[in-house]
């Protein structure tokens, strides 16, 4: 296997799972990490979705975060 192939398959396993955690987030998720109680439209939550599985291990923190408080 090379370093190529090697790469191409993090990068894809980076993106799906990326996805998912940006699709539950998004579903689920956002609610409970805003601050304030705040309701968001579905082409606010399409918007916020690329964002979210880009960067999907900082989402994955806040909203662990964001369970542990009451």
């Not at 998720?29 to 601050?35: E, K, P, Q, Y």
């Not at 309701?39 to 999907?56: D, E, I, K, M, V």
């Given at each position: ?19 998912c ?7 689920a ?7 304030q109680?705040t ?18 291990p ?5 909203w662990?975060?964001?369970r542990s408080?009451?």
């Open positions: 296997m090379t370093l190529a192939m090697l790469l191409g398959y993090g990068l894809a396993t980076y993106a799906a799972v990326g996805v955690t940006a699709l539950a987030f998004v579903t998720g956002i609610d409970r990490v805003m601050a109680p309701s968001f439209t579905l082409p606010s939550r399409l918007l916020l979705l690329p964002g979210a599985a880009a960067l999907w900082y989402v994955l923190v806040r662990l975060n964001a408080r009451p």
